[in-house]
Nanobody
Framework: QVQLVESGGGLVQAGGSLRLSCAAS????????MGWFRQAPGKEREFVAA????????AYGDSVKGRFAISRDSAKSMLYLQMNSLKPEDTAVYSC?????????????????????WGQGTQVTVSS
């Protein structure tokens, strides 16, 4: 059973930066495509970023493109999200996700239903 635990959230002023981490355990997570999603109060869960099994390809939601960067350290079973130039509208609970179903080496996934393992999330609050 795969377990995902996020950390690194907190309160930051607009224009600031945060780095989120997702520690994975319980499976061969290094072989799974992974992603970050977020959910603000009263809104649906939103795609933020995705990365392939190999780590060579990434994808981003339009609202974070150019400001956020996803990366992974497969040797450490870690996933990261570097968030720069944060805006108040980035305030949300951020969750990491992993897909254990078959996927090609260079495939990434932006849909919520593509993932079968989820972390509990970490709160990010950006003040204006």
């Amino acid at each position: 059973q795969v377990q995902l635990v996020e950390s690194g959230g907190g309160l930051v002023q607009a224009g600031g930066s945060l780095r989120l981490s997702c520690a994975a355990s319980g499976g061969t997570v290094s072989r799974y495509p992974m992603g970050w999603f977020r959910q603000a109060p009263g809104k649906e869960r939103e795609f933020v970023a995705a990365i392939t099994r190999s780590g060579s390809n990434t994808a981003y939601g339009d609202s974070v493109k150019g400001r956020f960067a996803i990366s992974r350290d497969s040797a450490k079973s870690m996933l990261y999200l570097q968030m720069n130039s944060l805006k108040p509208e980035d305030t949300a609970v951020y969750s990491c996700a992993a897909r254990s179903y078959y996927s090609s080496l260079n495939a990434y996934y932006t849909g919520i239903t593509a993932y079968d393992y989820w972390g509990q999330g970490t709160q990010v609050t950006v003040s204006s």
